[in-house]
């Protein structure tokens, strides 16, 4: 554990603890750039996240949420804000059900340089493509809707290609073409 976590001097904190209110985290990535680290949650029904994770900082689950409960609809927690509570990047309503997250780094996209990000979504059943200014997101794709498959999961290989697992009785890699 680092020394310099935030909550090791903390009385009655885990010191292990760097960030917390995360719900269930289903990817992770460091901004090529920055060094940040890029995390996002599948919400509950609805309220999926993407959050840069910062040391210290709440992130509020469950005390806000955009999601509700599986089945009633009800709403989770004290609304969708609340102060001491770090906001997400980007939230989505209804669920993709996120998974897997790659920033793509090479130049094998023409038209794709610069600040990208990919994200699977099992749901949503697409590649979604964010592109994005510093830390905010400027524009979002749905690729491969046509597929009629799950994206578990998205890499870049060491050749600069995005590499896509699909979830389905026949699952398969795919690499990215450009178009």
């Known amino acids: 554990m680092p020394a310099d ?12 603890i760097w960030s917390y209110g995360h719900r269930n985290v289903q990817g992770a990535a460091l901004h090529p750039d920055t060094g940040e680290l890029w995390t996002h949650e599948h919400g509950p029904q609805g309220g999926d996240e993407l959050n840069i994770d910062l ?6 689950w469950p005390v806000v949420t ?25 939230y989505w309503v ?8 790659a920033f793509l780094t090479s130049n094998q996209y ?4 610069g600040q990208q990000l990919f994200i699977g979504a099992l749901r949503g059943q697409a590649l979604v493509r964010l592109q994005l200014d510093g830390q905010r997101v400027v524009r979002e794709e749905r690729l491969l809707t046509d597929l009629d498959e799950r994206i578990r999961d998205v890499r870049q ?3 600069g290609w995005l590499y896509l697992l699909t979830d389905s009785s026949k699952g398969r890699i795919l690499r990215l073409s450009p178009r």
């Open 5 to 16: 976590n935030p909550f090791v001097k903390t009385p009655g904190a885990l010191p292990e």
């Open 55 to 60: 040391a210290g900082h709440n992130y509020g």
């Open 66 to 90: 955009y999601g509700v409960e599986y089945g009633s609809g009800k709403p989770i927690g004290d609304g969708t804000t609340k102060a001491g509570m770090t906001p997400p990047l980007r």
């Open 94 to 101: 209804p669920s993709i059900a996120i998974s897997g997250m």
């Open 110 to 113: 023409p038209g794709w340089q």
């Open 157 to 159: 290989g060491p050749d």
